[in-house]
């Protein structure tokens, strides 16, 4: 069974500064992709960044970047230069590449503040 | 182009009810996913659908059921309402049947079963 662990329930960060929102997974399967979402208060989960598992290089989108560390099964989002608007929810998810098992499987989320 | 969109927003029914949810997925995309989120369970997978068939189940009960149409539209129902039913419900599509294609996700669908 695959799993995602976001052991930070709650993170506070300045504004400018940068912050990273953990994440670690566990799958059998060798062919796996893996999400970040942000979800405001709104509801809506915005996507926001991917990274295969045979990606050689780490995924980055703007100020988004993945710190992607295959051999720890790690997947660590790092948001850098923080604005207010980045106040939400972020969950990690994992979706495996095989017919069947492709379904998003998400962690417990990490409410992220940014502060003035 | 616009995105996914779910209706209604917002929904209140009483228990043994039936209710239906609807998902229009962004234009072209053929693959359609709905989630179930609750403060306590998170966010879990309930069915996904591609060219109008059920390709994944998650583990829910029967009266949770879903169909797709030939224009990518697709529906959610749950019948005999329980008072654990009050969640958010997630609609997401994706391109193709693409394993790494990224799932878009609408404004959700907030259900409170009274």
């Known amino acids: 069974a695959q799993k995602i662990t976001q052991t930070q329930p709650g993170m506070f960060v300045q504004e400018k500064e940068a912050v990273t929102l953990d994440c670690t997974y566990d799958t059998s399967d060798p062919s796996y992709g893996l999400f970040w979402y942000k979800q405001p208060s709104s509801g809506e989960m915005i996507f926001l960044i991917y990274?295969?598992?045979?990606?050689?290089q780490n995924a980055t989108e703007g100020r988004y970047s993945l710190n992607f560390q295959k051999a720890r099964k790690s997947a660590n989002l790092v948001i850098s230069a923080s604005q207010l608007g980045d106040s939400a929810m972020y969950f990690c998810?994992?979706?495996?590449?095989?017919?069947?098992?492709?379904?998003?499987?998400f962690g417990s989320g990490t409410r992220l503040q940014v502060q003035p | 182009k616009a995105g996914v969109t779910q209706t209604p927003r917002y929904l209140i029914k009483t228990r043994g009810q039936q209710v239906t949810l609807s998902c229009s997925p962004i234009?072209?995309?053929?693959?359609v996913s709905w989630y179930q989120q609750t403060p306590g369970q998170g966010l879990q997978f309930l069915f996904e659908?591609?060219?109008?068939?059920?390709?994944n189940k998650g583990n829910f009960p029967g009266r949770f059921s879903g169909r797709q149409f030939s224009n990518s539209r697709s529906e959610m129902n749950v019948s005999t309402l329980e008072l654990g039913d009050s969640a958010l419900y997630l609609c997401?599509?994706?391109?193709?049947?693409?394993?790494?294609?990224?799932?878009?996700f609408g404004p959700g669908t907030r259900l409170l079963v009274l």
């Open positions: 998810a994992m979706r495996n590449h095989y017919t069947g098992r492709r379904a998003l499987t």
């Open positions: 659908y591609f060219s109008e068939t059920q390709r």
């Open positions: 234009s072209g995309h053929r693959s």
């Open positions: 997401a599509s994706s391109l193709g049947d693409s394993p790494d294609g990224t799932q878009y």
């Open positions: 990274q295969g598992s045979y990606d050689q």
